[in-house]
């Protein structure tokens, strides 16, 4: 499956943003999907994930609360809403698909077989 993210871009503090992980060659639905970040000069870190079915979802600590992840598996897309945006959200969002994914390994990029390449969200103050 490919995967295409999009949806970044430059806004302020406190505004809103919504990015799209759009697959092809497959369809989505077969698959756990996350979204991960990675700032400048740091580690790449868990954003979001939601199974298969969509009836479960998860959030790291940091966004818990702003962002949520939701999927249209008609449309073979993942979306994740991202509200009250801070600086520190600034980061190049990369979503990650995996077929097989446990519960405990939802948060772990090492553990995602399918990557999209990245779209850039810059937050300003």
């Known amino acids: 499956v490919q995967l295409q993210a999009s949806g970044g871009g430059l806004v302020q503090a406190g505004d809103s943003l919504r990015l799209s992980c759009a697959a092809s060659?497959?369809?989505?639905?077969?698959?756990?999907v996350a979204w991960f970040r990675q700032a400048p000069g740091k580690d790449r870190e868990f954003v979001a994930a939601?199974?298969?079915?969509?009836?479960?979802?998860y959030y790291g600590d940091s966004v818990k609360g702003r962002f949520t992840i939701s999927r249209d598996n008609a449309k073979s897309t993942v979306y994740l809403q991202m509200n009250s945006l801070k600086r520190e959200d600034t980061a190049v969002y990369y979503c990650?698909?995996?077929?097989?994914?446990?519960?405990?390994?939802?948060?772990?990029?090492?553990?995602?077989?399918?990557w999209g390449q990245g779209t850039q969200v810059t937050v300003s103050s």
């Open positions: 060659g497959r369809t989505l639905s077969g698959y756990s």
């Open positions: 990650a698909a995996d077929r097989s994914l446990i519960t405990s390994s939802i948060a772990y990029a090492d553990h995602y077989d399918y």
């Open positions: 939601i199974k298969r079915a969509g009836d479960s979802t």
